[in-house]
Structures are given as structure tokens and as C-alpha cells.
């Protein structure tokens, strides 16, 4: 399995970034897909999952309401929407794939880094 994740960059606080994990090597069926991030010297936190099969969503409490991911079926991409940029939303963002019967993810991809400036 390989997840592809890109769209990170430098932007300005309330800015939005979209960024997208081009998901390969499997058929994700019965996985769900999802959004972490790492901000310096903080523990990996997660943001939001979806599941493949019928798109049902999940979110942290410190994104909702500004965050919105979605998949594209057809183009195995899993996209993260961000809005309303803050300072502390700076870290490398991850995505990553679980089965739906696991607990924990199975696969990560190699991250993407974003920027959010004053």
C-alpha cells in the first residue's frame, strides 16, 4: 500500500489549504482513510477519518467545524479541506488507512508539511 499525501505549503493565518493522500496498492473496501498531524514536539494527533465505503465522516474536536475530508472513489484520493488556518495548526500532516476491523492504522503515508505564518 502506498499513500501520497501533497498540497502542504506555507499560508497565512485564515488562509485554507487543500491537501490531498493519492491512496495505491490495494482495494479499500472496508478501510477507512484518514487525516493525523504532528506539530513540533508534540505527539501525533488525529484529525478526521472517512470511511471508503459509505463516505461517513468523523472528526477531532479541535477541527470541526473548519476541516473537511472527502474521498474520491474513482480517483483513490482521500482530500483534507482546511479553513480558517491558525498558528497552531502548523505540523506535517499525515494520511493513513486502516481495515475498518482494526483498532489502529495499518498503513501511513509520508507526510506533507504546512505552514501557517502570521
Known amino acids: 500500500v502506498q499513500l501520497q499525501a501533497s498540497g502542504g505549503g506555507v499560508v497565512q493565518a485564515g488562509d485554507s489549504l487543500r491537501l490531498s493522500c493519492a491512496a495505491s496498492?490495494?482495494?479499500?473496501?472496508?478501510?477507512?482513510m484518514g487525516w493525523f498531524r504532528q506539530a513540533p514536539g508534540k505527539e501525533r494527533e488525529f484529525l478526521a477519518d472517512?470511511?471508503?465505503?459509505?463516505?461517513?465522516?468523523k472528526y477531532a474536536d479541535s477541527v470541526k467545524g473548519r476541516f473537511t475530508i472527502s474521498r474520491d472513489k474513482a480517483k483513490n484520493t482521500v482530500d483534507l479541506q482546511m479553513n480558517t488556518l491558525q498558528l497552531e495548526d502548523t505540523a506535517v500532516y499525515y494520511c493513513?488507512?486502516?481495515?475498518?476491523?482494526?483498532?489502529?492504522?495499518?498503513?501511513w503515508g509520508q507526510g506533507t508539511l504546512v505552514t501557517v505564518s502570521s
Open positions: 472517512i470511511t471508503w465505503n459509505l463516505g461517513t465522516t
Open positions: 496498492g490495494r482495494t479499500f473496501t472496508n478501510h477507512v
Open positions: 493513513a488507512a486502516r481495515r475498518s476491523a482494526s483498532r489502529d492504522v495499518n498503513w
